[in-house]
């Protein structure tokens, strides 16, 4: 990843190109040259120190053959706070400039234009902010509009090279033309990081564009602010100073998060890491086809499918068995090993309620005594004056012999069954 290290050659090339740009204001004589360069010579030995820079990254790139064309952007408020700056200051600066551009001006048209790309610019910026502050980027629709501020830096070029055109080259200012070129290449490859949209290596773009960028528009800006203050200049030119700050910062800001956490093609791998569904529809195949997948089936079937659905099956039947016993009343299937259940006297003559007996239940029948265990009752004899009590064996009743007891249904219908077979 050797684009990212373009950084290191950018910085000593900032620092001279802010230098020279405020010395042009401040640190001229009385001839009005510094280091013998009038302000002219001044803005074009910036622009070529810009275009060496680009020289610079560009064969960096060359040797480069890992950086990912993709990033995962990360959580940055300082971006997300210069983002809505950015946007604001591009609405104000553009707006303002044809507020104060008059009707009969020989740009007129081109300066509406370039008012009415600033206003969904703005709006890009600022939805751009989201992303940094959640630190995710979401594809959908709106990230269309992040392609916004690269069609206003075009219109504005249009407009720059018309305005630097109109004399001579040698005699006219070109630095805001150049800086608008860079402007436009650095974002669209930043709309293209933001936004997700595939392309050759967007990645790539904002370190090749965006550093030369960088260093064009801080010190454009400075020139700009300082120069007007100076001669004391309309609010549009302190309009534009402020908006080359915010967009040079905010790139400056995105570059050095892209600096710390680019990532290679091979990281990118195990960021996508879910291989096609053709992949992994042929992984399947293969790994059923192994021995492995048959224990694995194998076990799961004896161990657990076929335990668990006897043990459930047995239960159910047992369960569905029983609920029909006991849905029909007073049966139940008779086994060799218990006496079929009768009914005596006394519980023949129990209410109905009490009387109501299930398959599944077997009336207890009373335990009759033995004729040893009966003890003669206890009477009393009264004689004349005197009352003793003596044990007399008389009988209550006669003494019968028991009668065989009635039969009921059941019995009647199981004699004729007996008496058939």
């Keep these: 990843m050797k684009v990212k290290y373009s950084i290191i050659p950018f910085i000593p090339a900032a620092l001279a190109m802010i230098i020279l740009r405020v010395m042009s204001v401040f640190g001229a004589d009385e001839s009005g040259k510094v280091f013998g360069m009038d302000k002219m010579t001044v803005s074009y030995t910036v622009i070529g120190i810009a275009l060496c820079l680009f020289v610079v990254c560009i064969v960096i790139n060359i040797f480069d053959r890992k950086t990912a064309p993709v990033y995962p952007v990360k959580r940055n408020p300082v971006a997300g706070i210069l983002s809505i700056l950015s946007g604001a200051a591009v609405i104000a600066s553009s707006v303002g400039t044809f507020m104060s551009t008059t009707t009969d001006t020989e740009y007129y048209i081109m300066t509406l234009i370039c008012a009415i790309f600033s206003v969904p610019a703005g709006i890009a910026f600022m939805l751009m902010s989201r992303v940094h502050f959640l630190g995710k980027s979401i594809v959908s629709g709106v990230s269309m509009l992040f392609v916004f501020p690269a069609l206003w830096g075009c219109s504005e070029l249009v407009y720059q090279f018309l305005d630097s055109t109109k004399v001579s080259i040698s005699a006219s200012d070109m630095t805001s033309m150049f800086c608008f070129i860079f402007i436009t290449l650095y974002y669209f490859s930043h709309s293209m990081v933001i936004s997700r949209i595939k392309g050759r290596n967007p990645v790539k773009g904002c370190f090749i564009y965006g550093l030369p960028a960088v260093a064009l528009v801080l010190s454009h800006g400075c020139y700009t602010l300082f120069t007007g203050m100076k001669e004391r200049a309309s609010f549009t030119v302190i309009l534009n100073a402020v908006m080359m700050f915010a967009l040079g910062l905010y790139a400056l800001c995105f570059i050095i998060e892209l600096f710390a956490n680019t990532l290679s093609k091979d990281e990118l791998e ?145 004699d004729e069954l007996n008496s058939k077979k």
Excluded: C, H, W
């Excluded at 021995?291 to 459930?312: C, F, M, P, Q, R």
């Excluded at 299930?358 to 009759?368: I, S």
């Design 270 to 414: 195990i960021i996508d890491g879910l291989p096609a569904e053709a992949q992994m529809q042929a992984e399947e195949g293969q790994y059923i086809a192994t021995n492995d997948y048959d224990d694995l089936v194998v076990a799961g079937d004896v161990d657990t499918d076929e335990t668990e659905s006897t043990d459930t099956r047995s239960s159910e039947y047992y369960q569905s068995a029983q609920g029909l016993d006991d849905f029909i009343i007073g049966y139940q299937p008779p086994q060799d090993d218990e006496p079929v259940p009768y009914l005596t006297k006394d519980e023949m003559q129990r209410p109905k309620e009490e009387s109501f007996i299930t398959g599944t239940q077997r009336p207890e029948m009373p335990a009759e005594k033995p004729a040893e265990e009966l003890q003669p009752p206890v009477v009393q004899v009264v004689d004349q004056g005197t009352e003793t009590e003596k044990p007399v064996i008389k009988p209550l009743t006669e003494r019968k012999e028991p009668e065989q007891p009635n039969l009921s249904d059941v019995e009647k219908l199981l």
